[in-house]
């Protein structure tokens, strides 16, 4: 059962437009909300992460969106560039349970900014 | 110059072997992490430790095994009972047992004929 809903799974925006990647989930446990950034043959980095009780985060170019009520939150990436290109995934946190306080990834989204 | 290194980037290994992929912290974080990635899977939890000597199963464990004898150190072995082994390996730590934060590793790739 796939926890983290993430799309679209690829993601072409012309330079300087807006990049948006949205995710779902269904536990209403999940506590905090990171969005990681990979480039090839790379370890991902943690890029912005919002708690639920934000409806909003905003870091520079970068905003996340949450939506608690309809279980859903997304990443904006404003005035997108070429350096943005890159795979992007959604996670949540799940304090409870026996494996509290792991993280549950989505599927990634590529990302690519051209010109 | 503090972080996780992973070694090495690379590793080709024959069908039926066991091989150790090597995971090493300096950030004095208290657990680590092992994920396997394939592509278009996002990535999957295959054990974390805690705290030293301790350590728990991912949703992906068969197959693996993994050992935490110091705190610095988290090696992951893909045995021989893995049916699909060939995938990037990444590994992670956090400063905590709340993980509100995971700083990952540049990663292993690992390629089984």
């Known amino acids: 059962q796939q926890q983290v809903k993430q799309s679209p799974q690829s993601l072409i925006v012309q330079k300087g437009g807006i990049s948006i990647i949205n995710c779902a989930y269904e536990n209403t446990a999940f506590d905090y909300f990171p969005w990681y950034q990979q480039f090839p043959g790379k370890g991902p980095a943690l890029l912005i992460a919002i708690r639920p009780d934000v409806s909003e985060k905003k870091e520079g170019r970068f905003t996340i969106s949450f939506n608690k009520s309809a279980k859903q939150f997304s990443l904006h990436i404003m005035d997108s560039q070429p350096g943005d290109s890159a795979t992007y995934f959604c996670?949540?946190?799940?304090?409870?349970?026996?494996?509290?306080?792991?993280?549950?990834f989505g599927k990634g989204t590529k990302l690519s900014v051209i010109p | 110059d503090g972080g996780i290194t992973q070694s090495p980037k690379y590793l080709f290994r024959k069908e039926g072997q066991n091989v150790t992929l090597s995971c090493e912290q300096n950030?004095?974080?208290?657990?680590m992490y092992w994920y396997r990635q394939d592509p278009g899977q996002g990535l999957r939890l295959i054990y974390y430790?805690?705290?030293?000597?301790?350590?728990q199963k991912g949703d992906i464990a068969e197959g693996y095994s993994v050992s935490r004898e110091k705190k610095e150190s988290f090696p992951l072995t893909v045995t021989s009972a893995q049916k699909n082994p060939t995938a990037f390996y990444l590994c992670?730590?956090?400063?905590?047992?709340?993980?509100?934060?995971?700083?990952f590793g540049p990663g292993t790739r690992l390629t089984v004929t």
């Open positions: 950030l004095n974080h208290d657990a």
């Open positions: 430790s805690q705290i030293v000597n301790d350590f």
């Open positions: 996670a949540a946190r799940d304090p409870s349970g026996a494996g509290s306080y792991q993280l549950t």
């Open positions: 992670a730590s956090s400063i905590g047992q709340v993980p509100t934060e995971q700083y």
